[in-house]
C-alpha cells in the first residue's frame, strides 16, 4: 500500500507492507537511522519521534495507520552546523554516555517541553490547573518512559533544563 508521510519537512511517498512498524520503514525504507530499535516492545523509547506534534513509539505503531502524517525525527530538527538548543546541551552536558538512546531522549524531551509549556500535568505534578514546575523530580517522570541503559539520568535531566532554560530566553 502507497502512503504519504511528510518527515522533517520533506513529502514521501512510500510503498509498504501493511505489518510493517512505522520504526521499519523510517529506518530502512528512508534511510532516517537516527531513530533506534531498542526494544521493539515500546517499553525503552529509543524509537521516540514526534508525530503531529505529539511523541510516540515508532516501534509500536503501524506504518499504514499514518497515511498523511507530519513525522520529525531527530534528523530533522538540528544538523552538524546549527545544533538544536536539547543537542547543545546534551553535549555541553555530557548527556551521554553510549549515545544510542540519546536520540529518542532527545525526541521525547522536546515533546515534553511542549506539553508542559501547554500546562499539561504529570503523575506527580502538584497542581493540576497550575503551570508545571520542571522540578528535575518533574523532568525525570515526564521522561520515564525512556531509558537509558548506560545509566546518564542525572545528566540527561540537566541537558533538559538547561535546554529548557535556554529556549525560554531566547523566546
Not at 511528510?6 to 512505522?22: C, Q, Y
Not at 497550575?130 to 523530580?137: F, G, I, K, V
Amino acid at each position: 500500500m502507497q502512503i504519504s508521510l511528510n518527515i522533517n519537512g520533506e513529502d514521501h511517498k512510500v510503498d509498504v507492507d501493511l505489518r510493517r512498524s512505522l520504526l521499519d520503514v523510517l529506518r530502512h525504507d528512508l534511510a532516517l537511522t537516527g531513530t533506534k530499535k531498542g526494544c521493539d516492545h515500546g517499553q525503552c523509547g529509543a524509537c521516540t519521534i514526534l508525530l503531529d506534534g505529539r511523541r510516540i513509539n515508532s516501534c509500536l505503531s503501524l506504518a499504514v495507520m499514518h497515511d498523511g502524517a507530519t513525522i520529525t525525527t531527530i534528523e530533522g530538527i538540528g544538523t552538524a552546523e546549527d545544533l538544536h538548543p536539547l543537542q547543545r546541551a546534551f553535549v555541553a552536558q555530557d548527556g551521554y554516555q553510549c549515545g544510542y538512546c540519546t536520540p529518542g531522549q532527545i525526541m521525547s524531551a522536546l515533546a515534553m517541553l511542549t506539553e508542559a509549556e501547554e500546562g499539561w500535568p504529570s503523575y506527580i505534578s502538584e497542581s493540576l490547573e497550575a503551570e508545571p514546575d520542571l522540578t528535575d523530580d518533574e523532568i525525570a517522570e515526564r521522561m520515564s518512559g525512556n531509558l537509558c541503559r548506560c545509566s546518564a539520568y542525572p545528566r540527561i535531566r540537566q541537558s533538559i533544563a538547561e535546554a529548557r532554560a535556554q529556549m525560554r530566553a531566547a523566546k
